[in-house]
Structure formats: C-alpha cells, structure tokens
C-alpha cells in the first residue's frame, strides 16, 4: 500500500525559506511520479512541482520557476520542496502525491486526477 507521508510546513515571514520533505514507502520507489500540489482556502489544488523518481526530470508551473526546487534521496525515498522567497501568496496546504509509471517518463502533465495516492498534507503560512 503506498504511503505519503509530508513534513517540513510551518510559519515563517515574507522572504523566508521552507524545506518540505515527502517519504514515499510502499511500492517500487522508483517507478513513479511524485508531485506537489497546493491548495490555498477557496481556491483549487493546483500543480507545484513533478519529478521522475527513476531519474533526473523534473518539472516547475511557471509562475514559481527560480523560488522553488524540487529533489530527491533515492537512498531515502523521499522528495524534496525548497521554497524560497516566500510571500504571503505561497500560504496553502502542500500535498505530496505520487502515481506509478514507465521507466523514462517525463511526468507531464501533472494534473491532480492523474495521481492515485496523496499524503495528508502540510500546512505552510507565511505571513507580511
């Protein structure tokens, strides 16, 4: 049974930084796709970030390209979240999510429906 499990939320002000970490267990590490989500009160989930567990791919929306960075321990089966620069617009819960796949693949697109497993989340607030 896949689990998810995030860490690494927390409150911190505008500018600052947050490392979230995402232990994945519970099936072929790295045969998958793991991404981060974000969903903000009223709004919807939307895409972070994707990478290829069995390799170097990774993938960034647009709008947070240069702040935030996605990685990995393989040793550890866990993906990374640093965020940097943070502002009060980054405030959501963070989801890690996962979905099995093909050696090779590029993760693309990385839409909520594509991943059957989701960890509880993480809340992050940054504050003004």
């Known amino acids: 049974q896949v689990r998810l499990v995030e860490s690494g939320g927390g409150s911190v002000q505008a500018g600052g930084s947050l490392r979230l970490s995402c232990a994945a267990s519970?099936?072929?590490?790295?045969?998958?796709?793991i991404a981060w989500f974000r969903q903000a009160p009223g709004k919807e989930r939307e895409g972070v970030a994707v990478?290829?567990?069995?390799?170097?791919?990774?993938y960034y929306a647009d709008s947070l390209k240069g702040r935030f960075t996605i990685s990995q321990d393989k040793a550890k089966n866990t993906v990374y979240l640093q965020m940097n620069s943070l502002t009060p617009d980054d405030t959501a819960m963070y989801y890690c999510?996962?979905?099995?796949?093909?050696?090779?693949?590029?993760?693309?697109?990385?839409?909520?429906?594509?991943?059957?497993?989701w960890g509880q989340g993480t809340q992050v607030t940054v504050s003004s």
């Open positions: 519970g099936y072929t590490y790295s045969s998958s796709c």
């Open positions: 990478t290829y567990t069995g390799g170097s791919f990774t």
């Open positions: 999510a996962a979905r099995k796949t093909f050696a090779g693949a590029r993760c693309v697109p990385a839409r909520p429906g594509d991943f059957g497993s």
